[in-house]
């Protein structure tokens, strides 16, 4: 909910981090990982959505490029995690998500849970629109399969821009 999203944007910002830091995610499409989506913006920070199929050295490589200074990461990774974690010299804050519908094996890495996370927020956060038009938004990552994963800067005007091409594109009202 918004409300979420606020309270994110607020718990990174008390974290520490803010406009062009970059936070990764390791999470499949649950509610966590929508919230990620609209909160780290919202504190004027950069997503790092990390590829659940990658292995450790790529997710490594990725998280020290990128200058992480937190990653939340679902459970159900956390054999790559642990394993990514262990092949840095600085290591970024780390939030475990213990996705209710996962069943497997996994266990905690971080430091506080999503939920704790989230608790130290506020949700009537005054979130604060981009400083600049080409202010980054997300830091994108290519598989790395030729040699080391590729790093792409996507801003807000480039999200802004296809939005607008999607809507018009799919001709919606």
Request: with cysteine; hydrophobic share 40%; charged share 20%.
């Amino acid at each position: 909910t918004y409300a979420r999203c606020r309270s994110l944007a607020s718990a990174l910002e008390r974290r520490g981090i803010g406009r062009g830091d970059t936070v990764a995610v390791m999470l499949p499409n649950i509610p966590p990982m929508y919230e990620a989506h609209f909160g780290v913006p919202m504190c004027g920070a950069v997503l790092n959505s990390l590829n659940t199929r990658l292995d450790p050295e790529a997710i490594a490589f990725m998280l020290k490029h990128g200058e992480a200074k937190l990653l939340i990461a679902d459970r159900e990774f956390s054999a790559v995690v642990e394993k990514a974690l262990a092949l840095l010299e600085s290591k970024p804050f780390v939030v475990d998500v213990d996705d209710p519908e996962y069943a497997g094996p996994g266990r905690h890495l971080g430091e506080t849970d999503y939920e704790s996370f989230l608790a130290t927020g506020d949700p009537q956060f005054s979130w604060r629109w981009p400083q600049d038009e080409w202010d980054a938004i997300a830091l994108n990552y290519t598989s790395g399969t030729t040699g080391d994963p590729k790093g792409v800067v996507y801003h807000h005007r480039g999200a802004y821009l296809n939005a607008i091409c999607n809507i018009v594109t799919w001709s919606m009202p």
